[in-house]
C-alpha cells in the first residue's frame, strides 16, 4: 500500500470512529409510541431523534439514504479543524488575512455563537462579525475600504485591518417601558452591545462611497454592529423550501402591511406581489432571497457556508483563486515599509517565480499589491473537497421535537398561536422537487447533493423581513426571521442559549420582551404575552424550547 492510500486509510478509520462516538447516544423514534407529525422537525429525511450534547451534529438519513456518509464525514473534518499557514499538506492555504483560523471559532457545536464582552478571533464560541458601514445621511453603506466582513487575523509579513485588542464591547443594561416588570411582579433584564473601535486601531483608511463619490470618513462617521452566527443544521430543507411557496408568503405580508397590520414592509425588494430585487450569482440567474440575516444570499450551494470556508479563512478554490481582499489595503500593505522589508523572502515559500512573474520583479512594492490582487493563486482547496464540504453542510439534520404531549407545553402551543407569533414564526412549509441549484456554476448539483424531496419541516419561520426596532439594532433594522427549530437544546449542546442577532438576549424570556419597542411589529403579541400569567408565560418558554 503507497503512503497516500495508507494516509487516506487511516483519516478515514479515524472519521468513522469519531463518528461512531458521537452516535453513542442517538435516539431512535420508540417504536411503541405514535410519534404526530411535529416530531419530525425536519420532516423524515431530514430529521434525528438526538437530544444529547451532539445533537447538532448528525447526518440526516438522506444522507445515509443516497450512500453521502463519507462525503459527510470528510466535510465534518474540513469544518472542525483550523487551517494553517503551511503551502502543502493538510489544511493549508490561511490567510494573509483571515477572520478565523476554523469554522468552529464561530459555530461552537455546530450551533449559534456565545455572547462576547470581549473580541477575540480566537476564543471558541465567538461568531461574532463586525459589521462597519457609514452612517452619512443614513446611508448606511458598507466600508470599501474594508471587506464586509473586517478581518483581525493577519499571517506572515503582513498586519491586520483592525487590530482586535482595541475593539471594545460594552454591555449596558436597558430598561424598557415597562419597566422590565411584568403586572405580577416577576422582572425581568435587557442588555444589548454598544462597540467601540478608536482611530489608531484601523490600518486602513476608512473609506465608503458616499453619493457615489469614495469618501474618507473619521470614527464617529462610522456605525458599528456586531451579528452573531447563527446554529447551522437544517439549512439544506430551508433550501429545499421552493421559491415560489416563499414568494407567496412575502405576498401574503404584504397584504397584511397594506391592511395596517404590519408597520413596516420593505417595498424596495417586494412590491405588488413581485419580486424587485433577487440574488444573483455567477451564473446570472435570479433567485428569491433566503439566507443570513440580511437576506443577501440565494440558494445554499453559494449562501453563507460556501461563502465562508473561502473568505474567512481566505483559503482559495477553484473557482476562487484571490483573495478575499480590498484595493485599499493591497495600497496601504504595499507602502509598508515593514512589509516591504520581509516580502521578498516570504513570497518565495508561498509562490512559484515562473508562474507568477508578476510578484517577482524589482518593484517591492508593486510585487506586493500583485501579489495581495492575484485573480490565479494556487489552489488551496480542491473542488473535492469543497463538495464534501457542502454534503456535510447541507446534510446536517434538525434534532425531533421533545414532549409535545405534555400538557404544558400543548397549552405554550396554543397561546404561542393565539397570540400571533406564529405570524412571523410559520410552524411549517412543505418543501418541493429540491433540485440542486449552484450559482458558483457546476460545482454542486443533483448527483453528489442529499436532497430532501417533499418532505413537511417545521422550521418556525417565514423565511421574511421584520424590524424589531431595538435598542442598537441590526444594520438596516431589516432581519429575517430566525428558525426556533432545535433552539431549546442549546444550553445542553454549546452550553449557552443566547439568542437574537447580536447574542443580547441570554434566555427565552429576554428574546421575547426585546420583541416589545411600539414601532416592532410584534408589539401587539407582546403587549397580549404581558397579560398573562406567570404560569401561561412559562407554557410558552416550554413549548419554544421543545420544538
Not at 397584511?256 to 413596516?264: D, I, M, P, V
Not at 405554550?412 to 400571533?420: I, N, V
Amino acid at each position: 500500500m503507497n503512503k497516500r492510500n495508507l494516509i487516506i486509510l487511516c483519516l478515514s478509520l479515524a472519521l468513522f470512529s469519531c463518528k461512531n462516538e458521537k452516535n453513542i447516544n442517538n435516539l431512535t423514534p420508540d417504536p411503541e409510541k405514535e410519534y404526530s407529525e411535529e416530531y419530525y422537525s425536519g420532516g423524515e429525511l431530514g430529521t434525528v431523534f438526538n437530544s444529547t450534547s451532539f445533537a447538532y451534529e448528525q447526518p440526516t438519513p438522506a444522507v445515509e439514504n443516497s450512500g453521502k456518509s463519507f462525503d459527510f464525514q470528510m466535510g465534518e473534518y474540513f469544518f472542525e479543524k483550523n487551517w494553517n499557514t503551511n503551502t502543502e499538506g493538510a489544511f493549508h492555504g490561511l490567510g494573509p488575512l483571515a477572520v478565523r483560523e476554523g469554522c468552529l471559532y464561530c459555530h461552537p457545536a455546530y450551533g449559534h455563537g456565545k455572547r462576547q464582552t470581549s473580541y477575540d478571533a480566537h476564543k471558541q464560541g465567538n461568531g461574532y462579525l463586525l459589521v462597519l458601514y457609514e452612517t452619512v445621511d443614513g446611508q448606511e453603506t458598507y466600508l470599501s475600504s474594508l471587506t464586509g466582513m473586517p478581518q483581525t487575523l493577519a499571517y506572515g509579513p503582513f498586519k491586520a485591518p483592525i487590530d482586535e485588542s482595541k475593539i471594545n464591547i460594552a454591555w449596558l443594561n436597558y430598561t424598557d417601558e415597562w419597566g422590565n416588570r411584568f403586572d405580577d411582579g416577576e422582572t425581568y433584564e435587557l442588555i444589548y452591545p454598544e462597540v467601540t473601535i478608536p482611530q489608531d486601531a484601523y490600518y486602513v483608511p476608512l473609506i465608503a462611497n458616499v453619493n457615489g463619490e469614495p469618501t474618507e470618513l473619521t470614527v464617529n462617521q462610522v456605525g458599528i454592529r456586531m451579528e452573531s452566527t447563527i446554529g447551522i443544521y437544517g439549512t439544506g430543507l430551508l433550501d429545499a423550501i421552493p421559491d415560489d411557496s416563499i414568494t407567496a408568503q412575502w405576498a401574503r405580508e404584504e397584504q397584511a402591511y397594506n391592511a395596517g397590520y404590519l408597520k413596516h414592509w420593505r417595498s424596495a425588494w417586494f412590491t405588488g406581489g413581485n419580486w424587485q430585487t433577487y440574488y444573483t450569482g455567477l451564473d446570472k440567474q435570479p433567485y428569491v432571497r433566503r439566507f443570513t440575516y440580511a437576506m443577501s444570499r440565494g440558494p445554499l450551494q453559494d449562501a453563507a457556508g460556501a461563502n465562508a470556508i473561502w473568505n474567512i479563512t481566505n483559503v482559495t478554490r477553484p473557482d476562487r483563486r484571490y483573495h478575499y481582499m480590498t484595493a485599499a489595503y493591497a495600497e496601504v500593505a504595499s507602502k509598508d515599509p515593514d512589509v516591504q522589508k520581509e516580502f521578498p523572502e516570504w513570497i518565495k515559500t508561498q509562490l512559484n517565480k515562473e508562474d507568477n512573474p508578476e510578484c517577482f520583479t524589482d518593484n517591492v512594492e508593486q510585487n506586493i499589491y500583485n501579489y495581495l490582487m492575484n485573480k490565479n493563486l494556487p489552489v488551496e482547496m480542491t473542488e473535492q473537497q469543497f463538495v464534501q464540504l457542502m454534503v456535510w453542510h447541507r446534510g446536517l439534520a434538525v434534532p425531533a421535537a421533545r414532549n409535545l404531549d405534555d400538557e404544558k407545553v400543548k397549552r405554550g402551543k396554543e397561546l404561542f398561536t393565539q397570540l400571533g407569533c406564529a405570524q412571523c414564526h410559520r410552524p411549517s412549509w412543505t418543501t418541493g422537487s429540491d433540485d440542486i441549484h449552484d450559482p458558483n456554476n457546476s460545482l454542486c448539483d443533483n448527483t453528489n447533493m442529499p436532497r430532501y424531496p417533499y418532505q413537511k419541516i417545521w422550521p418556525y419561520t417565514d423565511m421574511v423581513q421584520h424590524k424589531m426596532m431595538m435598542k442598537n439594532d441590526i444594520r438596516t433594522g431589516w432581519c429575517r426571521t430566525t428558525p426556533l427549530w432545535g433552539r431549546g437544546l442549546s444550553k445542553l449542546v454549546t452550553g449557552a442559549e443566547d439568542r437574537l442577532h447580536d447574542c443580547r438576549a441570554r434566555n427565552v424570556i429576554e428574546a421575547i420582551m426585546w420583541h416589545g419597542s411600539p414601532e416592532s411589529d410584534a408589539r401587539e403579541s407582546i403587549e397580549q404575552f404581558r397579560a398573562l400569567g406567570k404560569e401561561d408565560r412559562d407554557a410558552i418558554v416550554k413549548f419554544i424550547d421543545a420544538i
